[in-house]
């Protein structure tokens, strides 16, 4: 299973949504360790079957720049409110929420990024860092996932989770605080989706990686 009409230039996160009815899933083509490109770009493809052999067409494209200059990011979530992604930046201290719509008004039309606020619940140092060599570098968003009624933030590390009361915003939810759950084993955190429950998903990159698995985000649970 592939993607056609996308070129990969540093696809960091997915995420899906709904549009029209429609499902979707969103690739996010926006790492910049170098913070070097001035643009970055978000395709929409139509969710394929699990077991589709033949590549997922590219539905549309944002083409998005920041208005404070180029940023690296990992962790992309579409809003559930609906019609806007919302980007963590990776590098910055605090790291940073940046919006941008599910689509562009015109196509090919290159989007303004809007800075929505900066995520102040990370400390300047992961968790754990004699087990983990990768913690040496801050605790850094990695990936993010939001439903109505969890926002989950994952590094290197951990997860924080945010539980959300009915009808708050994202940024009001994250003033909140958080949960902080370590990962076992020192396993490195790349990627995380939340199920409708409270179930949560955690995986890294590269072939055979493993996948941690919690049935609660809760205080005080188990850890993934």
Same mark, same amino acid.
Request: aromatic share 8%; proline share 9%; glycine share 8%.
């Given at each position: 299973?592939?993607?056609?009409?996308?070129?990969?230039? /540093?696809?960091?996160?997915?995420?899906?949504?709904?549009? /029209?009815?429609?499902?979707?899933?969103?690739?996010?083509?926006?790492?910049?360790?170098?913070?070097?490109?001035?643009?970055?770009?978000?395709? =929409?493809?139509?969710?394929?079957?699990?077991?589709?052999?033949?590549?997922?067409?590219?539905?549309?494209?944002?083409?998005?720049?920041?208005?404070?200059?180029?940023?690296?990011?990992?962790?992309?979530?579409?809003?559930?409110?609906?019609?806007?992604?919302?980007?963590?930046?990776?590098?910055?201290?605090?790291?940073?929420?940046?919006?941008?719509?599910?689509? %562009?008004? %015109?196509?090919?039309?290159?989007?303004?990024?809007?800075?929505?606020?900066?995520?102040?619940?990370?400390?300047?140092?992961?968790?754990? =860092?004699?087990?983990?060599?990768?913690?040496?570098?801050?605790?850094?968003?990695?990936?993010?996932?939001?439903?109505?009624?969890?926002?989950?933030?994952?590094?290197?590390?951990?997860?924080?989770?945010?539980?959300? %009361?009915?009808?708050?915003?994202?940024?009001?939810?994250?003033?909140?605080?958080?949960?902080?759950?370590?990962?076992?084993?020192?396993?490195?955190?790349?990627?995380?989706?939340?199920? =409708?429950?409270?179930?949560?998903?955690?995986?890294?990159?590269?072939?055979?990686?493993?996948?941690?698995?919690?049935?609660?985000?809760?205080?005080?649970?188990?850890?993934?």
């Amino acid at each position: 299973m592939g993607v056609a009409g996308a070129q990969n230039r /540093d696809w960091e996160d997915l995420d899906s949504f709904t549009l /029209d009815g429609k499902p979707y899933l969103l690739i996010a083509d926006t790492g910049d360790n170098e913070a070097k490109h001035g643009r970055s770009r978000l395709h =929409a493809v139509e969710e394929p079957e699990p077991r589709a052999t033949t590549k997922a067409a590219v539905a549309w494209t944002v083409d998005f720049a920041y208005p404070d200059g180029p940023h690296d990011c990992e962790a992309i979530a579409v809003d559930p409110a609906g019609g806007r992604a919302l980007l963590l930046t990776k590098r910055d201290t605090p790291p940073r929420i940046y919006s941008v719509p599910l689509r %562009a008004a %015109a196509e090919g039309a290159v989007v303004p990024a809007e800075f929505i606020a900066t995520f102040d619940s990370l400390s300047s140092a992961a968790p754990h =860092a004699r087990r983990m060599p990768w913690a040496l570098l801050p605790d850094r968003p990695t990936a993010w996932d939001i439903t109505p009624e969890w926002i989950a933030v994952l590094t290197y590390g951990r997860v924080l989770a945010f539980p959300r %009361a009915g009808g708050e915003s994202v940024i009001e939810s994250l003033a909140r605080e958080p949960a902080s759950l370590p990962l076992s084993g020192g396993f490195k955190g790349e990627a995380l989706a939340l199920a =409708a429950t409270a179930s949560m998903y955690v995986t890294g990159e590269g072939t055979h990686a493993p996948i941690l698995a919690s049935t609660c985000v809760c205080e005080g649970c188990r850890v993934p």
